[in-house]
């Protein structure tokens, strides 16, 4: 088994050197579809030995699918540029690669690092996510926010983590939100779903209690009590937008 890393980028040069170097050993290329970064994420990329290419913005299942289009083997791993490999998960995947299989994907938990702390409950984790995969037997699908990947075949798990530096700050978590809720806004009304006082309160509330109280975020300390808050504030707020959408095509 070879496999091909593929990595979207837009001014990640904070996180791609870690990114890339968790791939060595594991990895038989690295491809980057950079959406035009002003920074050094190119740069760094091209020394740390990845294929890189430039590619205007559509969206994330689109850049995504163009980078294993790119890739010269056939199973793909597809991180995102914030995300690196833990050593349990390297060794994970090697063992893979050594033996044969009848799995066409493998999924293993993300965890988060967030405003300096790793999460370990608020729904965060364990965060189940399909990131290695055969290319002709799985495409990821969603225009707007929630891209996922469609696999036509069985799925294995696997066990080590796959680290996700998360945001830095709180004022980085807000400016993240508002990228967010425009894109989920945009994806209601494509849906033509209303916005409304009921759905936009109903969901706000029910998603702080479910998020800080059925999903024990209450265990990950203030870290967890801010993911709660701006869970709630994510829907409020995709409510908002698609409200300020309902009515500028009134």
């Known amino acids: 088994m070879k496999i091909s890393a593929t990595v979207i980028t837009l001014n990640e040069q904070r996180h791609i050197r870690q990114c890339l170097e968790s791939l060595r050993g594991v990895a038989d290329e690295a491809i980057v579809v950079d959406s035009g970064s002003q920074d050094e994420t190119l740069k760094i990329a091209a020394e740390l030995g990845a294929r890189t290419c430039v590619r205007d913005w559509t969206d994330y299942s689109d850049q995504k699918n163009f980078a294993a289009s790119l890739a010269a083997h056939e199973w793909i791993l ?97 400016r993240t939100l508002d990228r967010y809720t425009t894109l989920a806004a945009q994806e209601l009304w494509h849906h033509r779903k209303h916005s409304g006082l009921p759905n936009s309160l109903s969901s706000a509330l029910a998603t702080f209690v479910r998020t800080y109280w059925l999903k024990q975020g209450f265990r990950d300390g203030m870290q967890g009590f801010f993911i709660s808050c701006f869970a709630s504030y994510y829907n409020l707020v995709k409510y908002a937008k698609l409200w300020e959408l309902e009515q500028r095509n009134k």
């Open 78 to 174: 597809s991180l995102d540029a914030d995300e690196c490999l833990s050593s349990s998960l390297r060794d994970a995947i090697l063992q893979v690669k050594k033996n044969s299989t009848q799995a066409v994907a493998f999924d293993f938990p993300r965890k988060a690092f967030y405003l300096g702390r790793w999460i370990e409950h608020s729904g965060w984790y364990p965060d189940h996510k399909v990131r290695l995969f055969l290319k002709d037997r799985a495409r990821w699908e969603g225009q707007f926010v929630h891209e996922s990947l469609r696999v036509d075949g069985p799925i294995l798990r696997l066990q080590g983590d796959l680290l996700h530096f998360s945001c830095e700050s709180v004022s980085e978590h807000l």
